[in-house]
Structures are given as structure tokens and as C-alpha cells.
């Protein structure tokens, strides 16, 4: 494995992919997301925040915010807000 400032190269991460467990389960198409120094992730869910949360200093106050679904359309795409 390289150890040139921490980078991993391609080489690496095929041979991470290898690993029990892998680096990253369930890569769909590895001959298009490894890259030379990376690998692109592929997004199964996006969500949005429907509800506001808060954060107090004490766990007892603590509201996670709800999170809505949203869908893909028909070419794969989500259009997200600003």
C-alpha cells in the first residue's frame, strides 16, 4: 500500500476492496468510479429536512429532525434546493 502522505492509489483500493470486510460493500460499477486516487460513491437514498431539530446541552432536550424521501426521476436525477 502506498505510504506517500496518505494518499491511497487506485492499486490500493482495489486490493482494500478485496478485504474481509471491504473497504466499501456493494460498488456497482468499479470500472467507472475507481479513480486514480479515489472512488466515486453511488447514492441510493437523498432526503430533505422536513422538521426543525435542536440541540440543548443535556441529551434530554435533543429532537432529531425528521428527514422526507426525495425521488429520483426518470433519468436518475434529484433536483436539489439551493
Do not use: C, W
Not at 24 to 35: F, R
Not at 50 to 70: F, K, Y
Amino acid at each position: 500500500m502506498s505510504d506517500l502522505h496518505g494518499v491511497l492509489t487506485s492499486e490500493d483500493i482495489l486490493g482494500l476492496l478485496k478485504n474481509k470486510p471491504p473497504l466499501v460493500e456493494e460498488v456497482v460499477n468499479i470500472g467507472e468510479q475507481l479513480q486514480p486516487n479515489g472512488l466515486d460513491l453511488t447514492v441510493r437514498e437523498i432526503g430533505s429536512f422536513s422538521s426543525r431539530g435542536n440541540l440543548t446541552e443535556a441529551n434530554d432536550g435533543r429532537v432529531l429532525s425528521q428527514i422526507s424521501p426525495l425521488t429520483f426521476d426518470n433519468h436518475g436525477g434529484v433536483d436539489l434546493l439551493p
